[in-house]
Structure formats: structure tokens, C-alpha cells
């Protein structure tokens, strides 16, 4: 672990969900697997919105739910496999035990997960947290790094932007 890090390492306003298409396709072309994303924000915020353009940017032609309700989706896209989590939903951690979210994470994996402040301490540690934000301006998504690996991507993705 990297020293935590309270400002981002960068933030892009996102007025609409083009710019979110447009970032989502910098990060399918920087992420890294294994990798580990927390989407932060409020409901309604679009961290939804940008994970489904993330496995769309990957070349996904299908349907891109959101788990609210069961939790877990799961794509196979661009030679990585997306776990698009969502904890909204649970009471209690030792729910996602049964998701077994230890023995589907691999070396080609893309782990995002919404609500992981509902996942206590069973979830893998993030290595990037995106948060999702609105202004009187615009919606932004802000982004922190929490290892190397994370702090790595966030730069590439500022090159990029
Ligand atoms: P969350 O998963 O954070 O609860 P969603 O991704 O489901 O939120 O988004 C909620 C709504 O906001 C959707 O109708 C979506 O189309 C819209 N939305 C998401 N991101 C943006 C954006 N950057 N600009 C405009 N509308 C957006
Ligand atoms: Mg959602």
C-alpha cells in the first residue's frame, strides 16, 4: 500500500454519458488485470453507467445489467473478465461468501464493485477508487490510486484523457 492519498489523482467532469463512453474507453485500453476498481457515490451518481461502457469498450455486444439485484454479472470481453459487483443490496459481509468473489478473481480479472463500504473487509482491496460526483456545473468522476499498480493506471489515464 501506497500512502493514502485524499485528493484525487485526477478529475474529469462528465456532462454526459458520451464523456463517460470516452473515459470508460481510455481506462479498457490502460487497466491492467488483475486489477481491483471501488465506484463510489450516491444512487443515481453513474457508476452503473460507467462500468456498462467499460464492458462495452471492451468490444461487448450484449446486455450490460446492473447487479442490483443480483449482485454479481459477470463478462468475458477483450481477453479480461469483468465482476461488476453491486452491495447495495446486502445486510450483512458474510454475504458475499457465497459469491465465492476470491475463487472467480484471476489474473485476467476486472474487479468493480458498487457500495463496497457494504463488503466490510471480505472484499480484495481496491487498487483505484473512482467517485462519482455531481457539481452545480457538471457530474464528475474523480480518481485516487491505493497501491502502485493503481497509481500507475491513474497516470496513464491522465495522459490519455
Ligand atoms: P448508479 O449506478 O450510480 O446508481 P446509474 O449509472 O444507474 O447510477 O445512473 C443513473 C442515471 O444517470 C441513469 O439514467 C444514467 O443514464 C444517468 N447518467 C449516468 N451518468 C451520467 C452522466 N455523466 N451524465 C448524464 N447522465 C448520466
Ligand atoms: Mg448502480
Redesign the pocket.
Known sequence: MIATIDKPAWVQL????E??SELATVFARTLVTPVVVY?K????????????AYVHALGFRGYVK?P?YGLLETYEAGGQKILHL?L?RIEDPEELEYLAIRDLFDAKSVLMV?WPDKGGNRLPAADLELE?GETEE??F?ACRPFTAHGLGMAEQVRRLL
Open positions: 462528465v456532462p454526459d454519458e464523456a463517460v465506484l457515490g450516491d444512487l443515481g451518481a453513474g457508476k452503473t453507467t460507467f462500468a456498462r446492473s442490483s453491486d447495495y458498487e462519482f457538471s457530474r468522476i
